[in-house]
């Protein structure tokens, strides 16, 4: 349905900042709530954040709440993931994911039907 494309990863040390990008397709993205899911090695896919379709309403996981902000330009068909206060656990690949069955988003994965390729993000300690 959509076509997402992450960006913005790279290497950053422990208490630095990085700005993710996520770029989508399609000509109704309001109707797309969105959210930022990680997978480190070894680890399950772990809800980051979320964001409702016109960007009225975001929530975040627990290990990132304070440090993290997601938000999105419609006009332009993308998601961003502010990350500041990286630390080193921040380490894995980041993941946009998009669904058009909840308007808010939401914490599941399984609930989301497209997903980006994923951008790799290290923080070293």
């Known amino acids: 349905q959509v076509q997402l494309v992450e960006s913005g990863g790279g290497l950053v040390e422990a208490g630095g900042s990085l700005r993710l990008s996520c770029a989508a397709s399609?000509?109704?993205?309001?109707?797309?709530?969105m959210g930022w899911f990680r997978q480190a090695p070894g680890k399950d896919r772990e809800f980051v954040a979320g964001?409702?379709?016109?960007?009225?309403?975001?929530f975040y996981g627990d290990s990132v709440k304070g440090r993290f902000t997601i938000s999105r330009d419609n006009a332009r068909n993308t998601v961003y993931l502010q990350m500041n206060s990286l630390k080193s656990e921040d380490t894995a690949v980041y993941y946009c994911?998009?669904?058009?069955?909840?308007?808010?988003?939401?914490?599941?994965?399984?609930?989301?039907?497209?997903w980006g390729q994923g951008t790799q993000v290290t923080v070293s300690s």
């Open positions: 964001i409702s379709g016109i960007g009225r309403s975001t």
């Open positions: 399609g000509r109704t993205f309001s109707g797309y709530a």
């Open positions: 994911a998009a669904t058009a069955r909840s308007r808010f988003g939401s914490r599941r994965s399984y609930e989301y039907d497209d």
